[in-house]
């Protein structure tokens, strides 16, 4: 039998979970961990100034398994002030981020366990099943996602993978990647809305020289219409994407990689957030007239990062997002307003049909 007190003081892995008054998911996901078939691991609950019925639990479960350790804040802080208090409190030589009302595969760290029996290696990335869940609870859709290539990538090597990993929307997410302790010394997560998972994962692939990549769907991520922080209007949302492209740009830019390709897919990228920005304007949070509307439009297509990426764009995605293109490229006020109307319409009127269109990649 393993000795469960003994793996915690050098544990392979350290899984940190921020908790904020997730009750009733807390349970199932650490169930989850401990039901892993790798039990060289430690898990770091990260109690944000939960409610005291939530925080009981959590003491509750560390005082269950020596392997498990709370660490609290007094007050809520937000998700990336309790990743980077997890992060100061790693043992393991590898650091694994959960979100608490998600669940895992029970082989996920054998299999990244195994992964990392190649010398050296920085990171291991793996795939996700996206779970729909509708305001009721019900599970509307299920699809996977999975890693564009698999295998062992180094160097240049893995730096041409970076482009596809975020077309596959995979690049940001912090569950779907297990570092290696040594690669994330100083770094941690910066408290801005909707982006701070990608500004991390771009500092640490600054940092990372080989990674393996697994075309396996190990976590099951909950996209729940009720409370998912994507779901939430958020005032800045064009401000912090726009802030997203340029710094995968200036990635790019730091690895020698400036090239029309490049600069194409990344434009394609950015139409996508400019497009979701159009239709958020048309929203009464938006407090914006039409005349603002344009307004906004007419700064976005005199923005430098627009004209460099956005002329070259050619869509690797569905139908809508070519459409998306062509009439943004025109850099027409009136044409981008209009197509930020229909997207709205169709977005709170077919709702289903919206889904399935931001879907395409």
């Known amino acids: 039998m393993v000795d469960r007190a003994a793996l915690t003081e050098d544990p392979l892995f350290s899984i940190i979970m921020p908790c904020y008054n997730v009750a009733s998911y807390l349970d199932a996901a650490i169930d989850a961990v401990q039901a ?33 350790r709370v660490v609290a804040h007094e007050v809520n802080r937000g998700v990336a ?11 393991g030589s590898y650091v694994w981020m959960a979100d608490p009302d998600d669940r895992c595969d029970a082989r996920l760290l054998e299999h990244v366990a195994a992964a990392l029996e190649t010398p050296d290696v920085d990171c291991v990335v793996f795939g996700c099943t996206e779970v729909y869940v509708d305001a009721a609870g019900e599970v509307s859709l299920k699809r996977e996602v999975l890693p564009p290539v698999q295998g062992y990538f180094s160097g240049q090597g893995l730096r041409e993978q970076v482009l596809p990993l975020e077309e596959s929307t995979l690049y940001g997410y912090p569950w779907n990647k297990v570092y290696a302790r040594r690669v994330l010394e100083g770094l941690r997560f910066e408290n801005v809305p909707l982006i701070e998972d990608i500004l991390f994962s771009i500092a640490a692939f600054d940092r990372a020289d080989a990674a393996v990549f697994l075309q396996e769907p190990l976590y099951e991520y909950a996209k729940r219409q009720a409370s998912n922080l994507t779901n939430r209007f958020e005032p800045r949302y064009y401000d912090v994407h726009r802030r997203r492209i340029e710094e995968l740009y200036c990635q790019q830019q730091r690895w020698g990689a400036d090239t029309p390709e490049v ?35 007419r700064t976005v297509f005199d923005d430098e990062l627009f004209r ?34 229909v997207i709205h319409l169709v977005r709170h009127g077919m709702g289903a049909s919206y889904a399935k269109l931001k879907m395409e990649r």
């Open 36 to 68: 892993q078939t790798c039990e060289n691991w430690e898990l770091i609950l990260v109690d944000d100034g939960s409610a005291p019925d939530e925080a009981a639990l959590l003491d509750a479960r560390a005082q269950a398994d020596p392997r498990i």
């Open 81 to 91: 002030a309790a990743r980077n208090t997890g992060l100061a409190h790693v043992r």
């Open 263 to 297: 600069r194409s897919r990344l434009g394609s990228l950015y139409v996508r957030y400019i497009m979701s920005a159009l239709e958020r304007n048309c929203d009464p949070r938006a407090h914006m007239s039409h005349a603002d509307r344009v307004a906004w439009c």
């Open 308 to 341: 460099t990426l956005v002329p070259g764009a050619v869509s690797r995605g569905g139908r809508a997002l070519s459409a998306g293109i062509k009439l943004i490229s025109l850099r027409s006020p009136f044409v981008a307003c209009a197509l930020g109307r």
